[in-house]
């Protein structure tokens, strides 16, 4: 039994060694930046467009090979008669069905949950307002070539709650085509 404890502690760590070290080079954070397209489902900020323009970047720490927690930074511009611009900010958990996602060719789908705050300006209009934003939506990560490309589809449900207004919803669906880079 001595001489077999030897053998299987060497064996086992052999085997696991590969596993290791697998993982200890996988990326640990990714940053995630694209234009963006939001159409508004609400008339609240009319006379300025439903369609809007803009875009985001998003820091995630890698929790794990397949979840993500981001911190995501967004400029939105509403053109129009009266012009609305919005500057959103929050979390955003992402969750990914494969580890692979980081660092192989490939077409890797996940989905994510924000939570985030959006300050709304509007033009001719003193100060603004900050209202909630909770982000439902899912996307593809697309590698080739080692380059790292994201498809996202997101719908936002708000709430704006000032500007001497009653509260009004301020659901919006945003698109994304970006650039992901994970180290």
């Known amino acids: 039994m001595k001489r077999l404890a030897p053998l299987l502690v060497s064996a086992s760590v052999s085997f696991l060694a590969p596993t290791r070290a697998r993982a200890e080079d996988r990326p640990t954070r990714s940053v995630w930046l694209a234009p963006t397209y939001q159409v508004l489902l609400s008339d609240t900020f009319e006379p ?27 400029f939105r ?45 509007i033009e001719e209009r003193t100060g603004s307002s900050v209202s909630h934003d909770t982000r439902l939506g899912g996307g593809l990560v697309l590698r080739r070539w080692g380059l790292p490309l994201f498809l996202g589809v997101a719908g936002h449900y708000s709430r704006l709650q000032s500007f001497d207004v009653e509260p009004k919803w301020i659901p919006y669906l945003d698109v994304q085509i970006g650039w992901v880079h994970a180290f």
């Open 77 to 121: 511009y509403y053109p129009g008669e009266r012009a609305t611009q919005q500057l959103g900010y929050g979390a955003i958990l992402r969750h990914f069905f494969s580890a692979a996602w980081s660092c192989e060719d490939g077409v890797y789908p996940y989905l994510d949950y924000g939570l985030l705050l959006q300050q709304t300006f």
């Open 48 to 74: 300025s467009s439903r369609h809007g323009a803009g875009a985001s970047v998003t820091y995630d720490f890698h929790i794990s090979p397949v979840f993500n927690l981001g911190l995501q930074l967004a």
